[in-house]
Structure formats: structure tokens, C-alpha cells
């Protein structure tokens, strides 16, 4: 049970893996986290920004041109498996019958949703924990259009690579005493997603407007 423990303590710091995992261990995390069901309780944004301050500071020796292009290939790829995914169960799902937590019209009403705002959803939600997990997954449960999903795939994975990295190897350049204060850096962005995603929840709650009981 320690081991257990001490895994999952490992796995969502994100200083701490890029110091012992280093570029492999950023890359596998993206990659799981950007569409495999399972990953969506993994660091995402604090790792991209993390690993961009520590290439700045030399602490991560690798160039950030291969940091940079590694988690946008990781954070397609991830998305692509996402969407193949819910495309190969999408079938299995949407056949199944209405219970006390699945209903037919949930799925009609995402497949609505990815057909008027599915470009921006993508976009949008790679700035998102847990949001970013799934959305790849949605978009291929409603068969979303292959390549307008491979279109938006691409371009939110490059933003949101070129933000974060970007962002954080930048401050690191300009000021190299944040390494010292990484602890603040992650309790920010975790403040900042959480507030995000609760947001958007209740935002997306009455856009779709989906029911609080039944």
C-alpha cells in the first residue's frame, strides 16, 4: 500500500519528474494525459511550465526547440488516441439503454454541442484538466469529423505547447530565481485551473442545458 502511495505521490509532482524522468517521463505524462481516460488526474499545465523554467535554468539539459516539439507530438498523439477510442465504443455506448447514470439524450446533446462549438472545445480544452482528457474521447464517441478533429488537434496542441513552455522558459530566462519558489508556482496554477474547470462545468451545464437530477 505504501508503494502504492508513494507512486501516486510521485507521479503528480511535477518537479520531481522532470528531475529524475526527465524529457521521457514529460512526454509519456502528456501523451497519457491528452486522451486516455485514466490520466486525467495528471499534472498537465504546471508540468509544460515547470519543464520550460527548467531548460532555462539547466536543470533539464535538453534544447527547448526538442522539449517543445516532444509535447506537442505527445499531446497530438494522445488526442488522436483519445478520438480513436471513443470512436471504436461509440457504438457499444450509444446503444446501450437509459439508466440511472446514462441517458440517450446526453449523447445527442454533446453530439449537438461538438457540431457548433467542437473547434473551439478543442482549442479551449487543452487548457483545462480533466476537460482536456476527455474531449478527444467525446469528440470521437459523436464522430466528429475526422479532419476537422485533425485540424484542431494540431492547432491546440502547438498553442498550448508554445504557451506553457514557452511562458515558462521565458520567466526562466528573465528570472531565474523562480526556481525557488516552484511550490507557489504549482499552488497558482492549480488555484487558477480549478477555478477553470468549475467554471466551465456550470457554463457548459447551462449551454447544454442539461439536468442537475434525473
Known amino acids: 500500500m505504501d508503494e502504492i502511495v508513494s507512486f501516486f505521490t510521485y507521479i503528480m509532482n511535477s518537479e520531481e ?5 526527465g524529457l521521457l517521463a514529460i512526454i509519456l505524462i502528456v501523451y497519457i494525459e491528452n486522451g486516455l481516460f485514466f490520466g486525467f488526474f495528471l499534472p498537465g499545465d504546471y508540468l509544460l511550465f515547470l519543464s520550460g523554467v527548467f531548460v532555462s535554468t539547466g536543470l533539464l539539459e535538453v534544447s527547448v526547440f526538442v522539449l517543445f516539439f516532444g509535447i506537442v507530438a505527445a499531446a497530438i498523439a494522445g488526442s488522436f488516441t ?3 477510442s471513443g470512436r471504436f465504443f461509440g457504438d457499444k455506448i450509444q446503444n446501450r439503454k437509459d439508466s440511472l447514470f446514462f ?3 446526453y449523447i445527442t446533446k454533446t453530439r449537438k454541442y461538438f457540431e457548433k462549438y467542437g473547434s473551439r472545445t478543442l482549442i479551449i480544452a487543452r487548457f483545462l484538466p480533466i476537460v482536456r482528457t476527455f474531449a478527444p474521447i ?3 464517441l459523436v464522430s466528429m469529423n475526422f479532419i476537422r478533429f485533425t485540424i484542431y ?4 496542441g502547438f498553442i498550448w505547447a508554445i504557451t506553457l513552455v514557452g511562458s515558462g522558459y521565458y520567466l526562466g530566462i528573465k528570472y531565474p530565481w523562480l526556481i525557488d519558489y516552484v511550490h507557489y508556482i504549482i499552488m497558482f ?3 487558477i485551473t480549478t477555478f477553470t474547470v468549475i467554471k466551465g462545468y456550470f457554463n457548459a451545464r447551462k449551454e447544454m442545458n442539461l439536468p442537475d437530477e434525473d
Open 17 to 21: 519528474i522532470i528531475q529524475t524522468g
Open 82 to 84: 483519445g478520438y480513436v
Open 103 to 105: 441517458k440517450q439524450k
Open 138 to 140: 467525446l469528440a470521437g
Open 153 to 156: 488537434n494540431i492547432i491546440g
Open 189 to 191: 496554477f492549480l488555484a
